[in-house]
C-alpha cells in the first residue's frame, strides 16, 4: 500500500491537539473506567455515563482528523483509507476469515460462560447488565470501530509517513503502538489481545488499503465481546439498576 499525504500549515495545526489527545486518551480512559467502578454498584447511570464521554472523545477526534483532511488540499480521502478496498474479491475472503474465526470465538466464550468458566479481565467489569447499558454499548462499539480505525489506523499511519517521513510499514507499527496504549485501562494484561487485534485489524488496513474491512471487522469485535458475550456473562441487576432499567 503507497500513500502520498501532504498536510497544509492549518492542518499540521489542527494535527497538534489531535496528536495530543491520542497521547493522553489511555489516560483519560483510565481515570473515567476507574471512577465508574467505584460509582457502579451505587449509581445505575455511572456506566452509561462513561460510555457517553467516550463516543463524544470519539466523534470529536474523528472530526478533527476529517478536518484537517478538508484543509489539507494535498492530501486525498485515499491517504487516510477512506476509499474502496483494492482487489474486493480478496477483501471478502478476508472479511469471510475474520468472520469464521469471530465465530467461533464468540462460541468458545459463550461455551465456556456456560460451563462457569466466563471470561475475566478488566473488560468484563463494564459488561452490561441493562438493557439501557447494552444500548449504549452498542453505540459503542460502532463509535470504536469507526472512529478508532480512521484515527489510529489511517490518520495517524497518514501522519507518520506524511510528516515523519516514515515507511508505510513502520508508520502502522507506530500507530499500533499507541492503539494499544489508549486501551490502558484495561491492564497490561488486557492490552495484550488489544495489541493482537490491532495487529489483525492494521493488517486488513494495508492489505486492502481501504479502511471499510477493518472498520467492519473492528465493530464485530466490540459487539462480540461487550454485547453479544455479556448476555451469557452478565451480574444480576442490582435494586437500584432494575429501577431505571
Not at 21 to 32: C, D, F, P
Not at 48 to 71: E, F, H, K
Not at 90 to 103: E, F, P, Q, W
Request: hydrophobic residues 55%.
Amino acid at each position: 500500500m503507497e500513500i502520498t499525504p501532504d498536510f497544509s500549515a492549518l492542518g499540521l495545526v489542527l494535527t497538534v491537539p489531535l496528536i495530543g489527545y491520542v497521547l493522553v486518551e489511555g489516560l483519560v480512559g483510565k481515570r473515567t473506567y476507574d471512577r465508574m467502578l467505584q460509582d457502579r454498584d451505587r449509581d445505575p447511570a455511572a456506566l452509561a455515563r462513561m460510555l457517553r464521554v467516550w463516543i463524544a472523545l470519539s466523534w470529536a477526534a474523528t472530526a478533527v482528523a476529517v478536518a484537517v483532511l478538508a484543509v489539507s488540499p494535498g492530501t486525498a480521502a485515499a491517504d487516510l483509507g477512506l476509499r474502496p478496498p483494492d482487489d474486493p474479491s480478496a477483501t471478502i475472503s478476508l472479511l469471510v476469515a475474520a468472520g469464521l474465526g469471530l465465530l467461533f470465538a464468540g462460541l468458545f466464550l459463550g461455551w465456556n460462560a456456560r460451563r462457569g468458566k466466563p471470561l475475566q479481565g478488566a473488560i468484563t467489569e463494564m459488561h452490561p447488565r441493562t438493557p439501557t447499558e447494552r444500548a449504549w454499548m452498542l453505540g459503542m462499539a460502532v463509535t470504536a470501530g469507526i472512529c478508532e480505525e480512521v484515527v489510529y489506523r489511517g490518520f495517524l499511519i497518514a501522519v507518520g509517513v506524511g510528516v515523519l517521513g516514515l515507511d508505510v510499514k513502520v508508520a502502522a507499527g507506530l500507530a499500533l503502538a499507541l492503539f494499544v496504549l489508549g486501551h490502558a485501562y484495561q491492564g497490561w494484561r488486557g492490552m495484550f489481545p488489544v495489541a493482537a487485534a490491532g495487529f489483525g485489524l492494521t493488517y486488513l488496513y494495508l492489505s486492502t488499503g481501504s479502511l471499510l474491512a477493518a472498520v467492519a471487522v473492528h465493530i464485530a469485535i466490540d459487539v462480540l465481546a461487550l454485547v453479544v458475550v455479556p448476555m451469557f456473562t452478565a451480574r444480576p441487576e442490582t435494586p437500584a439498576a432494575k429501577a431505571v432499567s
